[in-house]
């Protein structure tokens, strides 16, 4: 099975919250794991906005964003972002007023899969909703 993560989804593997439980389910499964290489950047910063919010500390983030990395070479397929991926991305905000690194993860997971063979992975709402609308199968980790 082919799986697309967004940032929201990547997040629950590397700090316990609502949702790690499904995303370690099919990280540790048999399944393709795709990420855009935009994720890399999101992640981290994820990580660090939990420093800056005192949730975790500096050298917790160490640990996660090392064993994040190790993940990205080891065990996710980086999607790399291309010039035409940003004219589908225009397309899909027009279609689904999504904010634009939303939709530049939607966009990638249309490129990547153009017949929705993939599963859209994503906490955020409004963007399953949007991928769905795009013909996507999709998956919210806390529900």
């Known amino acids: 099975m082919k799986y697309y993560f ?3 989804a990547i997040v629950k593997r590397y700090h316990r919250e609502k949702g790690t ?13 795709y990420i855009s290489t935009l994720a890399i950047a999101e992640t981290i910063s994820a990580f660090t906005r939990l420093i800056s919010g005192g949730i975790i500390s500096k050298s917790k983030y160490k640990r996660i964003s090392e064993i ?4 990205v070479e080891s ?20 279609r689904n ?15 990547l899969c153009p017949e929705q063979e993939c599963i859209f992975v994503s906490a955020d709402r409004k963007l399953l909703d949007a991928a769905k609308n795009e013909g996507f199968e999709t998956l919210n ?3």
């Open 6 to 8: 967004d940032t929201s």
């Open 21 to 33: 439980e499904k995303v370690d389910e099919i990280i540790e499964g048999d399944s393709e794991i």
């Open 68 to 71: 994040f990395f190790s993940d």
């Open 75 to 94: 065990r996710y397929i980086p999607v790399p972002l291309s010039d035409d991926l940003i004219i589908k991305t225009v397309e899909i905000i027009e």
């Open 97 to 111: 007023n999504l904010r634009t690194l939303d939709a530049l993860h939607l966009a990638v997971a249309v490129d």
């Open 141 to 143: 980790p806390e529900e």
